[in-house]
Nanobody, 128 residues
Framework: QVQLVESGGGLVQAGGSLRLSCAASGRAFNRYAMAWFRQAPGKEREFVAA????????SYTDSGRGRFIISRDNAKNTVYLQMNSLKPEDTAVYYC?????????????????????WGQGTQVTVSS
């Protein structure tokens, strides 16, 4: 079972940037696509970005495209989310997740049920 630990959240002013990290334990990290989701109070968990197992394919939600960049370092078993030009509506708990099927990449067509490992989440708060 892979364990995921997020870090890098915090409080930032609108227009600022944050870089989230997700460190994975266990073997075979490089066989699985990874994704970031977020959940704001009173809302459902929503897809933010995904990256294929090689790191060459990425996808984003419409609200994040052009502002967020997902990347991974398979040598470090880590996936990142660089968030720029942050807006108050980006405020949420951000979670990283591991696809439950190896060597599969679904682009932006991911749902929470596609993932079998989740981190504990990291809070991102953007003030106006």
């Amino acid at each position: 079972q892979v364990q995921l630990v997020e870090s890098g959240g915090g409080l930032v002013q609108a227009g600022g940037s944050l870089r989230l990290s997700c460190a994975a334990s266990g073997r075979a990290f490089n066989r699985y696509a990874m994704a970031w989701f977020r959940q704001a109070p009173g809302k459902e968990r929503e897809f933010v970005a995904a990256i294929g197992w090689l790191g060459t394919s990425t996808s984003y939600t419409d609200s994040g495209r052009g502002r967020f960049i997902i990347s991974r370092d398979n040598a470090k078993n880590t996936v990142y989310l660089q968030m720029n030009s942050l807006k108050p509506e980006d405020t949420a708990v951000y979670y990283c997740a591991k696809d439950h099927t190896q060597y599969r990449y679904r682009g932006s067509r991911y749902f929470p049920a596609d993932f079998d490992s989740w981190g504990q989440g990291t809070q991102v708060t953007v003030s106006s």
